[in-house]
C-alpha cells in the first residue's frame, strides 16, 4: 500500500532551511493530489516589549509576513497547485505548528526545515521541528536538502 497525503502543512519563516522544507513540500503535494497549508506564526513572545506591543513596530512585522506569505503561495501556484491555503498565526511556533494547526486541518505530514539554530540557543529555547517531531499527531519531515537530495550549505 502507497501512503497517500492528503494534507500537508508547510510552516515557513523565511529562512533558507523552510525554504527547502517548502520546496519539497510542492513536489510532494504535486506528486499526492493534496491540499497544501502554508502557515508563518509570529511568536507574541518575540514581539513583546515590557510595555506591551509597539504599535508600529509589529505593524511593519505584520506587513513584511503578509508580503512573504503572498510569495510563497504565489510559488505554489505557479508549480501548479490550486488547492493552497495560507495562514498567519500569533502564539508559539512550537504549539501552533506541533499540535494546534495540524489537528486544525486533520494534517496527514508535516515537512519542516532543520533548525537554524546553534547549540547554545536550543539549550535554553528548543528547536520548533524538535518539538514538533516529538509532539505532531501525524508524519513529520524534518528537510535538510534540495530537491536533488544535496545538502546546500
Not at 22 to 47: G, P
Not at 71 to 92: F, H, N, P, Q, T
Amino acid at each position: 500500500m502507497l501512503q497517500e497525503y492528503t494534507t500537508i502543512l508547510a510552516p515557513v519563516d523565511g529562512s533558507s532551511e523552510s525554504e527547502l522544507a517548502f520546496r519539497k513540500a510542492i513536489e510532494v503535494s504535486k506528486r499526492n493530489h493534496s491540499k497544501l497549508v502554508i502557515v508563518h506564526v509570529i511568536d507574541t513572545r518575540a514581539i513583546q516589549t515590557p510595555s506591551g506591543f509597539e504599535g508600529s513596530f509589529t505593524d511593519e512585522i505584520i506587513r513584511q509576513t503578509k508580503v512573504m506569505m503572498d510569495s510563497y503561495e504565489k510559488v505554489a501556484r505557479d508549480a501548479g497547485l490550486s488547492d493552497i491555503e495560507s495562514r498567519i498565526e500569533y502564539g508559539s511556533p512550537k504549539v501552533m505548528i506541533g499540535k494546534d494547526l495540524p489537528e486544525e486541518y486533520h494534517a496527514d505530514l508535516i515537512m519542516i526545515g532543520a533548525t537554524g539554530l546553534n547549540a547554545v540557543e536550543r539549550l535554553f529555547i528548543g528547536s520548533v521541528s524538535e518539538y514538533v517531531i516529538r509532539h505532531a499527531p501525524c508524519d513529520v519531515m524534518v528537510v535538510r536538502t534540495d530537491l536533488e537530495n544535496k545538502k546546500v550549505n
